[in-house]
C-alpha cells in the first residue's frame, strides 16, 4: 500500500506517509492529533496475509499459535502494556492474522521493540504451546456457548469437503 493508495476523508486531520523497510515490509504510518483511544495516543496494527488455510495439514493451527502475543517471553508484551495502561491483541482469521496493540506515545519504541521480538525469533517452548492450545480451545468453547454465528460457522467447517482448506482446524480442539 502507499500513501497514494489512501483517501482521507473530507476535514481530516489525520495525516499519512508509507515506509518501506530495508527487510521489503511495507507500512503505513497515520498520525491523527484528535484520536486518543482508551487514554492511550499511540496504536500499531500489522496485518499478515497468513491464516488457517495456510497452515499444513500435519500442523493445523499454526497460524493461530503463531498468531499468539506470547513469545519469546510469554505474557511478557501484555504485562508490560498493562502496567502501562495500554494493552494489545491478535486475531487469526482464515486467509489473514492481525495484530493490535495500544500504548502512550513515549512508550513506543521500546512497544514496538517488544512487538518486533516473535516475529524475528520465536521460541515456541512446550509449555507454552500446551498453554496456547487450552486458552485456544476456551475461547472456543465460549464462543459456541454465546454465539449463533460460530455455531453455524463451526457446522458448515464440519460438513465440507475433508480435503478442502474450509475444513481445517480454526479454534478448539476438535
Known sequence: MDVQDVIPLPNSKKQFRSIELKNGLCALLVSDPELE?????????MAVRAG???????????????????????NALDNYLNMHGGDSIAATDDDHTIF?????????????????????APLMKPGSMNREIQSIDSEFE?????????????????????????????????
Open 37 to 45: 483511544w482508551n487514554g492511550s495516543p499511540a496504536a500499531v496494527s
Open 52 to 74: 488457517n488455510f495456510l497452515d499444513p495439514p500435519e500442523a493445523q493451527g499454526l497460524a493461530h499459535f503463531l498468531g499468539s502475543d506470547k513469545f519469546p517471553m510469554e
Open 100 to 120: 493490535f496493540l495500544f500504548a502512550e506515545s513515549k512508550l513506543l519504541k521500546h512497544v514496538l521493540d517488544m512487538f518486533a521480538r516473535p516475529f524475528i
Open 142 to 174: 465460549i464462543l459456541l456457548k454465546q454465539s449463533d454465528t460460530h455455531r453455524l460457522y463451526q457446522l458448515r467447517r464440519h460438513t465440507s469437503k475433508n480435503d478442502h482448506a474450509y475444513n481445517r482446524f480454526t479454534a478448539g480442539t476438535q
